[in-house]
Each structure stands twice: as structure tokens, then as C-alpha cells.
């Protein structure tokens, strides 16, 4: 499985985007897929994680009520809708991808994106 990520770009406080994160390969849903964030001399730090084996969904406090992570298995693709976007949201951000449990450590995961980038600015 290989990811490519998309759909960064800048956008003003208040704005929206949503990231796409599609997948090659079959067996894709079997995979549990997180977003993770990189802000300039940071550290990568989980965004949202949806599991594979029901879609249940996590995120991290600062984001939860405004991003919103989807999967659509038919399309091989996760997705991360980012609504009333803040400055402190601008990163890099990267999808990545295990099979079977989600989890929020970055290091669990062997398979990532190149990332794409969020700027929004104030």
C-alpha cells in the first residue's frame, strides 16, 4: 500500500479544507489511517485516527468539534475535513496508515504520505 496526500493550502481563520489521503491497493479497509501534524520545529503529533474495523474515530482535544476524519473503502480513500480552521493549526500534514489497531503513536505506524501543507492565516 502506498499513500499520496492532498488538499492542503491556505486558507483564513474561520476557513475549511479537507485533506484527502488515498491509498493504493486492495486491502485497504483492513488498514486503521491517521492524520498527524508538523508545525515548524515541532514534533509530529496525532491529529485524528479512524479504526479499521468499525470506523470508530479519535482526536485529539484541540481539534475535536471542528476536524472531522471519514473513510470511503470504495474509493480507497480517508479523508480529514478541517472546519473553523486556526492559525495554530498550520502544519504539514501527513496520513498514515497500520493494519488492524488504531493507535495515535506516529512511530506505530510503518506506511505515511508525503504530507501537504496547511497554512491559516490570521
Known amino acids: 500500500v502506498q499513500l499520496q496526500a492532498s488538499g492542503g493550502g491556505l486558507v483564513q481563520t474561520g476557513g475549511s479544507l479537507r485533506l484527502s489521503c488515498a491509498a493504493s491497493?486492495?486491502?485497504?479497509?483492513?488498514?486503521?489511517v491517521g492524520w498527524f501534524r508538523q508545525a515548524p520545529g515541532k514534533e509530529r503529533t496525532y491529529v485524528a485516527v479512524?479504526?479499521?474495523?468499525?470506523?470508530?474515530?479519535y482526536y485529539t482535544d484541540s481539534v475535536r468539534g471542528r476536524f472531522t476524519i471519514s473513510r470511503d473503502n470504495a474509493k480507497n480513500t480517508v479523508y480529514l475535513q478541517m472546519d473553523s480552521l486556526k492559525p495554530e493549526d498550520t502544519a504539514v500534514y501527513y496520513c498514515a496508515a497500520r493494519q488492524g489497531a488504531a493507535t495515535v503513536a506516529p512511530t506505530l505506524y510503518g506506511l505515511w504520505g508525503q504530507g501537504t501543507l496547511v497554512t491559516v492565516s490570521s
Open positions: 479512524i479504526r479499521s474495523s468499525d470506523g470508530a474515530t
Open positions: 491497493g486492495r486491502t485497504f479497509n483492513t488498514y486503521s
